[in-house]
């Protein structure tokens, strides 16, 4: 069968601009845990399908339940950053601040959307809510973020204002409390005993500067939606969170521990990444409709390579760390550069679009991280024209080199502070650059017998009896490794 891949559509790499996804979304298992909501807190790193499935959620408005969105462009911290009184000049508790801000825009939002102005609804719960917003917020600021901030600036307001003590607690306690909701509390259980109700909130690290403020936003989010979610049965609020952040916000990673049970991280195996891919192969190409997942790529991608006879799915698949964007994007690069050559898919096909790909997965993989380790990418950069298998001794030698001379950039300050090197090599094996050797390989992780695996595969794994290690094959192209 002959396909004209000019007509492939993969969809686009963001999920938010994909406005086809609900054709070809694949209902995983987490996605089904998160619908459900036994998990509300999504983590996963950048890539990985969170806001694809906040973006499903978001399509079942006016259906299966009530949706209420609040938007990056609307809500994100890099909004609030601009308004913010910095960690310098507030003299406030930001925890309970924060959490008590984010509590009181989500219920507003909720009112908001569960109100109901119609005359024959004036005498129900909705009527009242409508009655509500009318009375105290008729004059509600359009914008989210600023309505996020106005609270807490009343809170700041209080603790830094010209009251006595007694004053001053008891107008604390009622906005902490937010006492202004009590009196439509019974409405609000009413509505969501007819509805359930999902608050979505995804990508509200955007801007992230790793600041004392940026920290407690996203945690006063976090204990927010507990408080919410524990006290109105009907109401999900969902949060999705990079997970690296996750684990570099203190108050947070210390919070989640007594609701780990809540948490969910998107993983994906290569089963689900090819059923992923044929999916999308598929909706592009009716005649296909009927075939298995291994027939759908075979019938676009080719089989096999000539590159050692190796599968082109494997092929590609060993090239990412194993997220839906990386797939999605190496697989377009491969259909533009065959349509550009009018060509069938073969390794040269592959190899041209891996060299494109391989730069930009550097690109965004060095961003990612970027406040964790600042300047890593010169790190990263000191491996080129290096041989991409190295020995224990040799990565220890590399890295004690560059420990202590130095790279140059924000990376010499967390450099100097590392011991060994082998904390170094912990760092390149959480941000992907390097894979372990482990000999007689993982079922269900590996394909077979003796491999190399990456924190994406096996993340609590010890490194310290690790005795091979090699570059991942994402990296290769761009920085050009060599064999031995």
């Avoid at 979304?25 to 619908?35: G, K, P």
Wanted: aromatic residues 10%; glycine residues 6%.
């Amino acid at each position: 069968m002959t396909l004209n891949l000019s007509q492939l559509d993969l969809g686009a790499l963001a999920a938010e601009n994909d406005t086809d996804l609900v054709d070809y979304f694949l209902q995983t298992e987490a996605f089904t845990r998160v619908f459900a909501a036994k998990k509300w807190l999504v983590l996963g790193n950048r890539g990985a399908g969170k806001t694809a499935i906040f973006s499903y959620l978001a399509g079942l408005r006016n259906r299966e339940a009530h949706v209420v969105q609040l938007a990056p462009d609307d809500y994100s911290y890099e909004l609030a950053s601009d308004i913010l009184a910095r960690e310098l000049s507030g003299a406030w508790q930001k925890g309970a601040a924060f959490s008590a801000a984010w509590k009181w825009l989500i219920l507003l939002l909720l009112v908001k959307g569960l109100a109901e102005p119609s005359v024959k609804s004036r005498r129900s719960a909705a009527g009242h809510l409508h009655a509500f917003l009318r009375d105290h917020y008729a004059d509600m600021a359009a914008n989210p973020i600023d309505t996020l901030i106005g609270y807490i600036k009343r809170i700041e307001g209080v603790k830094l204002g010209p009251y006595e003590a007694g004053i001053k607690a008891r107008k604390l306690q009622q906005l902490f409390k937010l006492d202004e909701f009590v009196r439509i509390d019974a409405d609000i259980r009413a509505c969501l005993q007819e509805k359930n109700v999902y608050v979505l909130v995804d990508e509200l690290d955007r801007g992230w500067d790793a600041s004392e403020d940026a920290k407690y936003f996203v945690a006063g989010l976090f204990r927010a939606a507990v408080g919410l979610n524990q006290s109105y049965p009907g109401l999900h609020v969902l949060v999705s969170l990079r997970q690296e952040l996750y684990h570099s916000i203190p108050m947070l990673y210390e919070d989640a521990q007594k609701h780990r049970d809540m948490l969910e991280t998107i993983q994906w195996d290569e089963n689900s990444l090819k059923a992923l891919i044929a999916a999308r192969i598929r909706r592009s190409f009716p005649e296909l409709a009927e075939t298995s997942d291994d027939e759908a790529w075979d019938a676009v991608f080719s089989t096999e390579l000539s590159y050692r006879q190796t599968k082109s799915f494997n092929y590609v698949i060993d090239r990412t760390l194993n997220r839906p964007r990386e797939l999605i994007l190496f697989c377009s690069l491969i259909r533009d550069k065959a349509v550009e050559r009018q060509s069938a898919v073969d390794y040269s096909i592959v190899a041209a679009a891996e060299r494109d790909y391989s730069k930009a997965r550097f690109e965004d993989i060095t961003h990612e991280y970027r406040f964790q380790y600042p300047g890593i990418e010169r790190v990263l950069e000191r491996f080129r024209g290096a041989l991409f298998r190295q020995d224990r001794d040799e990565i220890e030698t590399h890295c004690c080199e560059l420990i202590l001379d130095g790279v140059g950039g924000g990376a010499d300050v967390w450099l100097k502070e590392l011991s060994d090197p082998g904390e170094l090599i912990d760092i390149l094996w959480e941000v992907g650059f390097v894979t372990a050797y482990l000999v007689g390989g993982q079922k269900g992780v590996t394909r077979s017998g003796s491999q190399y695996v990456g924190s994406y595969q096996m993340p609590t794994l010890p490194l310290e009896g690790i005795q091979t290690f090699r570059v991942h094959p994402m990296f290769h192209s761009y920085l050009g490794l060599k064999e031995k």
